[in-house]
């Protein structure tokens, strides 16, 4: 089962993100993993925001093996680059390296109209998200 939301490049994009992540998941199989997701997922939508300047769309999918996996896609194929670590006094740059640290995978995919990043964070119970949590914004 999938829930979707488009978002604009607009600067309340990562909150809206952040929101609707956590919304989908109350409730559910996944919801010790709200934070989490809301966090990965605010750190990816804000580098398509920054980065891209594309409307964003987000999907989360919840699969029958209990993982949780949010895909946020862009209309710029330009993937992105995981700043070094040892630029510990920049003040951004470190969302990828967040993303790495928690997330069970993630990667980037090119489509059609630009690119999907997309991260997995797995629930251990293998279940689906509620028919009605299903929208398109």
Same mark, same amino acid.
Do not use: Y
């Given at each position: 089962?999938?829930?979707?939301?488009?978002?604009?490049?607009?600067?309340?994009?990562?909150?809206?993100?952040?929101?609707?992540?956590?919304? =989908?998941?109350?409730?559910?199989?996944? @919801?010790? $993993?709200?934070d989490?997701? +809301? &966090?990965?997922? %605010?750190?990816? /939508?804000?580098?398509?925001?920054?980065?891209?300047?594309?409307?964003?769309?987000?999907?989360?999918?919840?699969?029958?093996?209990?993982?949780?996996?949010?895909?946020?896609?862009?209309?710029?194929?330009?993937?992105?680059?995981?700043?070094?670590?040892? =630029?510990v006094?920049?003040?951004?740059? @470190?969302g $990828?390296?967040?993303?790495? +640290? &928690?997330?069970? %995978?993630w990667? /980037?995919?090119?489509?059609p109209?630009?690119?999907?990043?997309?991260?997995?964070?797995?629930t251990?119970?293998?279940?689906?998200?509620?028919?009605?949590?299903?929208?398109?914004?």
């Amino acid at each position: 089962m999938e829930v979707t939301t488009r978002l604009p490049a607009h600067v309340a994009s990562p909150g809206l993100a952040r929101r609707f992540v956590t919304d =989908a998941v109350q409730g559910g199989p996944c @919801r010790e $993993l709200a934070d989490d997701l +809301a &966090l990965l997922t %605010s750190e990816v /939508v804000t580098n398509a925001v920054l980065h891209a300047g594309t409307d964003i769309e987000v999907c989360i999918v919840l699969t029958d093996e209990g993982v949780v996996r949010v895909e946020v896609a862009d209309a710029d194929p330009t993937g992105p680059t995981a700043t070094n670590e040892q =630029a510990v006094l920049a003040t951004g740059g @470190r969302g $990828l390296t967040i993303v790495g +640290a &928690l997330a069970r %995978s993630w990667g /980037v995919r090119v489509v059609p109209a630009g690119k999907s990043v997309w991260f997995e964070l797995a629930t251990g119970t293998p279940q689906r998200l509620s028919d009605k949590r299903r929208s398109r914004t």
